[in-house]
């Protein structure tokens, strides 16, 4: 099991930047695949990005490629989601997730730990 809280959201004017953070309780946190999903007003949690375990293969949304960047450090058991150039459409609560399950990075099925999110609103 892992606990996973969230942290760094919060009021951005577009073009700016923001570096979300995911502190994880547990032993096992160097095991898991690691993503990060959004979900706007109205619409449904939605795939951002993901790290593998060992942080040496990562994974984007087409629509987030270059913009945003997921790190983690084992050592701390922190996840981040480092973002620029900020768009409105990114007005999201941002939520951190555990990989559990083999298969597609892209799909929430295959995780099964889930923080609380953290808000990130863009004004124009």
């Known amino acids: 099991q892992v606990q996973l809280v969230e942290s760094g959201g919060g009021l951005v004017q577009a073009g700016g930047s923001l570096r979300l953070s995911c502190a994880a309780s547990?032993?096992?946190?160097?095991?898991?695949?690691m993503g990060w999903f959004r979900q706007a007003p109205g619409k449904g949690r939605e795939f951002v990005a993901a790290i593998s375990s060992s942080g040496g293969s990562t994974y984007y949304a087409d629509s987030v490629k270059g913009r945003f960047t997921i790190s983690r450090d084992n050592a701390k058991a922190m996840v981040y989601l480092q973002i620029h150039s900020l768009k409105p459409e990114d007005t999201a609560v941002y939520y951190c997730?555990?990989?559990?399950?083999?298969?597609?990075?892209?799909?929430?099925?295959?995780?099964?730990?889930w923080g609380q999110g953290t808000q990130v609103t863009v004004s124009s």
């Open positions: 997730a555990a990989k559990t399950i083999s298969g597609d990075y892209f799909f929430r099925g295959h995780y099964d730990f």
């Open positions: 547990g032993r096992t946190f160097s095991s898991y695949s």
